[in-house]
C-alpha cells in the first residue's frame, strides 16, 4: 500500500507531462515557483560590480593558501624536523587527518544534504529517499575497490621490476643462482610479484620461524627487526626490499585516490563562490575558504611526500590541487550571468558529487590514514607520540569542523 502511495505522483508527473493537463502542469512547476525556493535573502546585498572585484581577491587568496599548505610538508621532507620517519611528521599528519575526516563529515555530507533536500527540487524521489548517504556509502565501496585495484596494479608493475633486477644481479653470482632457483616464497607469482595476502603472509611466516627475532620496540617508537639464523644475506635483503615496496605503493595510491576526493569538492566550493553576486556572502568565504584549502593542501602534501614521487610528478599534483579552487571561481565568474545555482540540475549535480568526495575522503581519513598510523607498531611502543598524535588528531577535526560556521 505504501508502494503505490509513494509510486502514484511519479505516475502523475508523467501523465502530466504527455497529456499536457493543467494540473498536472502546475504539479511539475510547483517545486520551481515555491516561495522558499532561491536566494531572496541575499538579494539585499547584491552588487556585482563589488562582487567581481572581491572574486579576483578571493582567487589570490585561495592560490596563496593552497600552494602554501601542500608546499610545507614537500619542502619540509628535506628538513631534519619533518621528515617523513620522524615523530614530528607523524604528528602533523594526524593533523591532517582530523582535517580531513572533518571535511568528509561536515562539510561535505551538510552541502550534498542541503542540495538534495533543498525545496526548489521535487518532492518525490529527492525526499523520499536518503541519496546523500546512499552516494557517500557507493563512493566509499567504490574507493575500496580502487585502492584495491590500484595497490595491486602498483605492486605488479613493482614486482616485474624487481624480477628483472634480479636476474640481473642474479646472473652475476652462482651463489644467488643455488638461492633463487630452489623454490618461491609463500604468495610469490610466477613473474616475481607478490600479492598483499602473499607479503603479509611470508611476513607472519618469517616472525613465526624465529621467535628471537620478532619486531621490538627501542622505547623511542623506533621498530628493531632482528632476523635469526639459518637465512643467508639475500633472503634477508629481499625480505626487506619488498616489504618496502609494499609501504611505497601504499602511498603512492593513497596520496592519488585523496587528491581525486578533494579536488572534486574543491571543484564544487569554486563555482559556489564564483556564481555569488553578494559581497555579504563572499567575505566570509575568502577568508574561510583560504583556511580550507591550506589545511587540505597540508594533508595531501604529507601523502604525496610519503609517497616518494619524482619532482616533477610532485609539483604537477601540487599544482593541479592549489589551482582546482580559483579555476572554479574563475568558472563560476564567468557564467555568473546565466547559471542558476537553485535549478534543478545544479542542485543535484552539487548534491551527488558533495555525497561523493564525501565518500571519498571519509573512507581515505578513516582506513589509509588514521587506521594505518594509529594501529602501527610505531604507534604503540611510543606512549609520547600516542599522545601527541591524539592531540593532533582532534585538533585537526576540531579546526576544520569549526570552519563550517562560516563556509
Not at 497529456?19 to 531572496?40: D, H, R, W
Not at 603472509?201 to 639464523?229: L, M, Q, V
Request: charged share 15%.
Amino acid at each position: 500500500m505504501f508502494f503505490f502511495e509513494d509510486l502514484w505522483p511519479l505516475l502523475q508527473l508523467f501523465v502530466g507531462k504527455f497529456l499536457l493537463v493543467p494540473e498536472k502542469q502546475y504539479f511539475i512547476t510547483e517545486p520551481m515557483t515555491n516561495s522558499t525556493c532561491g536566494g531572496a535573502d541575499s538579494d539585499s546585498c547584491r552588487d556585482e560590480s563589488a562582487a567581481f572585484v572581491l572574486k579576483f581577491a578571493a582567487m589570490a587568496s585561495i592560490l596563496l593558501a593552497g600552494m602554501a599548505g601542500i608546499a610545507i610538508p614537500l619542502i619540509g621532507k628535506h628538513r631534519r624536523y619533518l621528515r617523513t620517519d620522524g615523530n614530528l611528521f607523524v604528528a602533523a599528519k594526524a593533523f591532517a587527518a582530523g582535517v580531513i575526516l572533518a571535511t568528509g563529515f561536515v562539510h561535505m555530507l551538510s552541502d550534498a544534504t542541503k542540495a538534495l533536500n533543498n525545496p526548489c527540487l521535487p518532492e518525490f524521489p529527492w525526499s523520499k529517499f536518503p541519496f546523500t548517504g546512499f552516494f557517500a556509502m557507493m563512493a566509499a565501496l567504490f574507493t575500496l575497490l580502487l585502492d584495491f585495484v590500484g595497490t595491486q596494479y602498483y605492486e605488479r608493475k613493482q614486482g616485474m621490476n624487481r624480477a628483472v633486477e634480479e636476474q640481473t644481479r642474479v646472473g652475476t653470482s652462482e651463489e644467488g643462482t643455488v638461492e633463487w632457483n630452489s623454490g618461491k616464497v609463500f604468495g610469490e607469482e610466477e613473474s616475481g610479484g607478490m600479492h598483499i595476502v602473499g607479503m603479509h603472509a611470508h611476513a607472519a611466516h618469517h616472525r613465526h620461524s624465529h621467535p628471537h627475532g620478532n619486531d621490538a620496540c627501542d622505547g623511542t617508537g623506533i621498530i628493531k627487526e632482528e632476523h635469526g639464523h639459518g637465512h643467508g644475506h639475500g633472503h634477508a635483503h629481499s625480505h626487506a626490499l619488498t616489504t618496502d615496496e609494499e609501504t611505497d605503493v601504499r602511498h603512492v595510491v593513497v596520496s592519488q585516490v585523496l587528491e581525486l576526493g578533494i579536488v572534486s569538492h574543491s571543484v564544487i566550493i569554486g563555482l559556489s563562490l564564483g556564481v555569488s553576486q553578494s559581497p555579504c556572502a563572499i567575505r566570509p568565504l575568502i577568508a574561510a575558504l583560504s583556511f580550507h584549502q591550506f589545511f587540505e593542501g597540508f594533508a595531501l602534501g604529507g601523502c604525496i611526500s610519503q609517497a616518494q614521487f619524482k619532482t616533477s610528478s610532485a609539483t604537477i599534483m601540487a599544482c593541479f590541487f592549489a589551482l582546482t579552487t580559483p579555476v572554479g571561481v574563475g568558472i563560476g565568474t564567468g557564467i555568473a550571468s546565466v547559471y542558476n545555482p537553485y535549478s534543478s540540475g545544479a542542485l543535484i549535480a552539487e548534491g551527488i558529487l558533495d555525497s561523493l568526495s564525501a565518500g571519498i575522503l571519509i573512507y581515505m581519513a578513516l582506513v589509509d590514514l588514521i587506521a594505518a598510523d594509529f594501529l602501527s607498531k610505531r604507534m604503540s611502543c611510543n606512549f609520547r607520540l600516542q599522545i601527541a598524535s591524539y592531540c593532533m588528531l582532534f585538533l585537526g577535526a576540531g579546526l576544520m569542523s569549526s570552519l563550517a560556521i562560516w563556509a
